[in-house]
């Protein structure tokens, strides 16, 4: 059954046979390991993450690091890699050890998301329990105990940015391919989600869950859920600044109390709002310009910059969308991709250092 958490016993590594011995349903099975054995690391020292990204190939292997420690944490490379040797790694002697301790991995199960194999013969393949598509995250547990309160959740946002989909949640691989999977060369770094937001499981649900759904419109106003949750926090905190400054004004200063009326005022605008978080992502223009695009065809007014037009677009998706026809949403599908990138962008930086 696929996707069912199978656990598959301890296997035993026969080095004359280069086979993993193992027993399975009362049957015992043998399988294969192709790549070289080198003082291979214990299956225990790492913990393991599968994903899916409709973009990976065999030799996409990737050295992980953790950006704000700058620790190398670990690899992240597809299930395939383990069954060539024709692939850049296949001799590396640093990702030899991991890979070994990686398909011993697999094959312990430990609760992975794998499927139930058919017993045709006694030797199977690790193909039998997990799909040529699947991802192997391996990181170095003495690694990643240097980092405080490391866990995987805080860094799927920039995971998925370039495409990498959390299978504890999915199954199939979304069409949607990230844009930003181009830009890795050999090593990813990881950043972490920002600690403002850490406890907001909906950002979790929409990395995990919501975004695998194929529908545009679906996924623009999904995203844009993260822009609403950002503006209120934004909307709190400047309203604790007002009612700061509103305490520590004199009875006389009429001045400062007109002042802070204004930026009341100022503070309760969306739009303003809006414009506010634009400073903790990267450059926008791209995001502003796909937006305008969109208005254009849609012949409305395009706006100078990437908060408002945003808001435009988001505004005429919830109370114009009758004018979206299908030429409409495929310039949507532009803008879908290019924000993404933008929220990933905010949910790390957002209150970490304003630019």
């Known amino acids: ?40 690391y214990s299956a225990d020292a790492f913990e393991m993450h599968l994903f899916i990204n409709a ?63 058919i017993l045709k013969t006694e030797q199977l393949s690790i193909l039998d329990f997990y799909n040529d598509s699947d991802i192997v995250l391996l990181l170095a547990k003495n690694q990643i105990s240097k980092i405080k309160d490391f866990n995987i959740k805080f860094y799927l946002p920039d995971l998925f940015k370039y495409g ?15 844009k930003f999977y181009e830009e890795l060369d050999k090593n990813i770094k990881l950043r972490k989600m920002s600690s403002r937001l850490i406890a907001n499981t909906y950002i979790y649900d929409l990395f995990t869950d919501i975004l695998d759904d194929n529908d545009v419109i679906h996924a623009f106003l999904s995203l844009y859920q993260v822009i609403e949750i950002v503006i209120f926090d934004i909307f709190k905190d400047e309203l604790a600044k007002c009612l700061d400054d509103y305490s520590n004004l004199s009875e006389n200063d009429y001045g400062g109390f007109f002042d802070i009326g204004d930026k009341l005022n100022s503070i309760k605008s969306e739009k ?3 414009a506010n978080l634009f400073n903790y992502t990267n450059d926008t223009l791209e995001l502003r310009d796909l937006c305008n695009n969109l208005l254009q065809q849609l012949s409305l007014k395009t706006e100078d910059n990437a908060a408002k037009a945003l808001y435009s677009v988001r505004s005429n998706l919830v109370h114009a969308y009758r004018l979206f026809s299908k030429p409409q949403k495929i310039i949507l599908e532009e803008v879908v991709e290019e924000f993404i990138g933008v929220i990933i962008d905010l949910v790390i930086c957002y209150k970490k250092d304003i630019k």
Request: a negative charge; glycine letters at 6%.
């Open 55 to 117: 973009a990976t190939h065999e030799n996409d292997i990737f050295r992980v690091y953790e950006v704000e420690s700058g620790e190398i944490i670990g690899w992240l490379f597809p299930v395939q890699a383990l069954l060539s040797v024709e692939h850049d790694y296949a001799n590396d002697e640093y990702f030899l050890p991991c890979a070994f301790a990686a398909f011993q991995k697999l094959l312990q199960g430990e609760g992975l998301p794998a499927k139930t194999p």
């Open 272 to 274: 303003n709002r809006v």
């Open 1 to 40: 059954m696929e996707g069912e958490k199978v656990n598959l016993g301890l296997p035993n590594f026969l080095p004359g046979e280069k086979v993993f011995s193992l027993e399975f349903n009362g049957e015992a099975i043998n399988v294969p390991y192709l790549l070289q054995v080198e003082e291979p």
């Open 164 to 178: 990498y989909r959390y299978k504890d949640k999915i199954e199939t691989v979304n069409k949607r391919v990230s």
